[in-house]
């Protein structure tokens, strides 16, 4: 049973370019959130998607974007890319959009911006 | 909406020796409460979780945590403390009822010393 899968790993990009991660959730869960973790800090919300839709947003700008596709995977896209989004960005899935299952969480993509 | 305070950055304890790190929470009813372990440069996994009922709860690798609802608090402990748990712990709380995301402490993070 395949557990929350993050792609790429690892990301160098230059200020200004955009930026695509990809993230595949657990087997039979439908719901995925996105988390940004900047060193040293806790992961800050960034924004949900269930039935292919973006429910909840947390403080982050328009920038930032994703998608969920019919298969629950999801993309989350940054436009013009500032060095302080440098950070470990982390995907969890769930069971629906409430905390009531928990989430389970990737290994996130490490995403340094020069 | 909820918060999680997490009064501790950093703590040093040695090998053997118990250990409890402290989460305070913020939200108008009782809440889902969650304890994750972080290792460098990895995602989170789940310790433990509360959702009702005992208030002591048991999870994974020997920790466990008490819901206290008069002290709005939800600390972990592991009475005696192995090299391999050094890591940053985080702890969230999730609201019941409604689809808001979990949210998360700042984190503490374990050292561990012969």
């Known amino acids: 049973d395949a557990g929350v899968t993050q792609s790429p790993t690892h990301l160098i990009k230059t200020r200004g370019q955009q930026v695509t991660l990809r993230c595949s959730p657990k087997?039979?869960?439908?719901?995925v959130s996105w988390y940004q973790q900047a060193l040293g800090q806790g992961p800050q919300f960034i924004f949900q998607?269930?039935?292919?839709?973006?429910?909840q947003r947390g403080n982050f700008p328009d920038r930032f974007s994703g998608h969920q596709f019919p298969n629950y995977s999801s993309e989350l896209n940054v436009n013009a890319l500032l060095l302080g989004d440098s950070a470990l960005y982390l995907c969890?899935?769930?069971?629906?959009?409430?905390?009531?299952?928990?989430?389970?969480f990737g290994s996130g993509t490490r995403l340094t911006v020069v | 909406a909820q918060s999680v305070t997490q009064p501790d950055i950093h703590i040093t304890v040695s090998e053997g020796a118990s250990l409890e790190l402290r989460c305070n929470y913020s939200?108008?009813?009782?809440?889902?409460l969650f304890w994750y372990v972080q290792s460098p440069g990895q995602g989170l996994q789940l310790l433990l979780k509360?959702?009702?009922?005992?208030?002591l709860v048991q999870g994974i690798k020997g920790f466990e945590a008490e819901f206290k609802r008069s002290q709005s608090s939800f600390n972990l402990r592991k009475p005696s403390v192995h090299w391999s748990d050094a890591a940053e712990y985080f702890c969230?709380?999730?609201?019941?009822?409604?689809?808001?995301?979990?949210?998360f402490g700042k984190g503490t993070r374990l050292s561990v010393i012969a």
């Open positions: 509360y959702f009702s009922g005992d208030t």
């Open positions: 969890a899935s769930s069971l629906g959009p409430g905390a009531s299952y928990g989430y389970t």
């Open positions: 969230a709380v999730g609201a019941t009822g409604g689809n808001t995301p979990l949210v």
């Open positions: 087997s039979g869960h439908d719901t």
């Open positions: 939200y108008g009813a009782t809440p889902y």
């Open positions: 998607y269930y039935e292919e839709e973006e429910r």
